[in-house]
């Protein structure tokens, strides 16, 4: 065995969460298994073990094969700062910011990269599950393609196509991408799954037949639709539903355009007494909202326009006169400051932009990028948690005279005079069960006996026992070569 690779007839058919269920699958059979992603574009990374960053679907993937996540599992993750433009990391660092149309020139340079990586894996573990990106499909982007068919062909790994038929028109979906594939990489393709079923998977025999009959591929099985998956964090904010939980104490996140790190919120949303509510673009800040959340951004000083633009930045000045508390984290921590200068442009034009002013502090941003995993102690409890920074730029001021948590007796983050409004640089920090209930009890609720991580290990057995029970994993696994 040595590698296994899961393209999709499109973005979103769940292959990410196939590949942690396989990853879980080949660990209980005694397998050393590793992830690997080529190329992801997300803004919901990970720091991995050796002191870079990948996409959070990839360190998922790693938990789910008993791993620490390390970055040759995702070589190069695009990070979008705007509607046509990128961070490029690579190997876990940036490498530098492209516009799209300035991409394809670095691609030669990415697939070495990408092949260094993938073979440090190969040599490592029994097998490498390999993740697509999009669909092979998109054949406008087959040149110098790292992400799909470029790399199933160069590293020789049988492809699986996974189609959605939740979305509709699988028949389709997965004939169609036959269709448009060339011959060369078509002969990669060793077979189809159907993905997202809901209802009596035998309602699908005939299609599921005519597939095979129209393709000449195998099929591995139809998999029902996955009940548990929103316990698992998402890789996509659209996938982010509106609200979650039903409890009495309502916690709103505002969706930002170019949202970061946003499984941040994620082990609040398992808390029955939590009501997790996401503030869509054009909706209101709940007034009845206990504490509002400013998640991490991409691009800190475009969604603070984007911000404005909802009128988000009225709803938090009344929010905050009611007496209510807001944090920000990361990006939504410089937000919250009395202003953001970026004098070299480094998530977007060159210049200056006000803050909130609801903290008294100022952020510079820098081109080094801070990059660890911490162990901190929050001030106020004097509890241990940990968590990991992933941020450009560097804050200052009055507020941060009271700081947030001490990393080494070093000051981190900033809370205001009235005490309501807090700011900190740490991502993960509600992962710890022991910080989540003291900082809930600072809103006049008790959290519950949730053990967060250990919900999700549960979560990935169940989905591996969920693809034992509806697809021929032996096949699959029998396709690695």
């Excluded at 670095?106 to 390999?130: E, H, M, N």
């Excluded at 910080?435 to 967060?452: H, M, N, P």
Aim: aromatic share 6%; hydrophobic share 45%.
């Amino acid at each position: 065995m040595t590698a296994l690779m899961l393209q999709g007839t499109g973005s979103n058919v769940g292959k990410s969460m196939l590949v942690a269920g396989l990853c879980r699958i080949a660990r209980r059979r005694g397998l050393l298994v590793a992830p690997f992603k080529p190329q992801n574009m997300s803004n919901n990374a990970a720091v991995t073990a050796d002191g870079g960053e990948i996409g959070r679907a990839q360190a998922l993937q790693a938990l789910a094969a008993g791993l620490d996540p390390v970055t040759d599992m995702n070589p190069v993750l695009l990070k979008p700062e705007t509607e046509t433009g990128a961070q490029v990391i690579v190997q876990g660092r940036r490498l530098t910011s492209l516009q799209a149309g300035s991409y394809a020139a670095v691609k030669p340079q990415l697939l070495q990269a990408v092949q260094q990586s993938f073979t440090r894996l190969r040599a490592a573990y029994d097998l490498v599950i390999v993740e697509g990106a999009g669909s092979p499909a998109e054949v406008n982007l087959r040149k110098g393609d790292i992400a799909n068919m470029g790399f199933a062909r160069a590293a020789d790994v049988p492809v699986v196509l996974v189609g959605d038929i939740d979305r509709g028109g699988v028949i389709a979906q997965i004939i169609g991408t036959r269709a448009v594939l060339d011959p060369a990489d078509r002969a990669m393709v060793s077979g189809f799954i159907i993905n997202k079923f809901r209802g009596d998977p035998r309602l699908f025999d005939d299609g599921y037949a005519y597939i095979a009959a129209k393709t000449g591929w195998p099929g591995f099985g139809v998999l029902p639709w996955f009940a548990q998956a929103h316990r698992l964090p998402a890789e996509d904010a659209l996938d982010l539903p509106a609200r979650r939980g039903g409890g009495t104490v309502v916690v709103a996140a505002l969706a930002l355009s170019r949202i970061a790190n946003f499984d941040d919120l994620d082990p609040l949303a398992a808390e029955p007494d939590i009501d997790l509510v996401m503030v869509r673009p054009g909706q209101p800040i709940p007034a009845e909202a206990h504490l509002v959340i400013l998640p991490g951004s991409k691009s800190t000083r475009g969604d603070l326009a984007f911000l404005r633009a909802q009128g988000w930045d009225i709803d938090l000045i009344a929010h905050h006169r009611r007496g209510g508390h807001v944090l920000g984290i990361c990006g939504g921590y410089q937000m919250l400051g009395k202003n953001i200068a970026d004098p070299d442009g480094l998530e977007g034009p060159p210049g200056t932009t006000e803050g909130l002013g609801l903290l008294d502090v100022t952020t510079r941003m820098h081109p080094d990028k801070h990059l660890r995993r911490v162990r901190a102690v929050h001030s106020a409890s004097g509890l241990p948690f940990e968590g990991y920074e992933i941020h450009l730029g560097r804050t200052e001021g009055a507020d941060c005279q009271r700081p947030f948590a001490q990393l080494d007796g070093v000051a981190e983050g900033a809370i205001s005079r009235c005490g309501r409004v807090t700011g900190s640089y740490l991502h993960g920090m509600f992962s710890d069960d022991a910080f989540r209930a003291a900082f809930l009890e600072q809103l006049g609720t008790a959290a519950s006996a949730t053990v967060y991580r250990a919900g999700v290990e549960d979560t990935l057995e169940a989905l591996a026992d969920h693809l034992e029970q509806n697809l021929d994993t032996d096949a699959l696994f029998g396709l690695a070569r």
